[in-house]
């Protein structure tokens, strides 16, 4: 039981890391940083988006079992 709710509060934490990154990309913006800087933020941004949809998907498909 407690790894089924390990599971459930672990896709969140990508979802912090996505915020923390866009805020990351939007502050070097401000300050005008280079470009490729304010990318890689965004890059890591957009794949903790996207590993918060693949762990939800696969949490709610063995939930299912």
Request: aromatic fraction near 26%; hydrophobic fraction near 50%; charge should be positive.
């Amino acid at each position: 039981y407690f790894t089924m709710a390990y599971l459930k509060f672990i896709q969140y934490i990508y979802l912090i890391f996505a915020v923390f990154f866009l805020y990351d990309a939007f502050r070097k913006y401000q300050e005008g940083k280079e470009l490729s800087d304010i990318g890689l933020s965004l890059i890591i941004a957009g794949v903790s988006i996207g590993m918060f949809f693949f762990r939800r998907h696969f949490h709610n498909k063995y939930q299912k079992k």
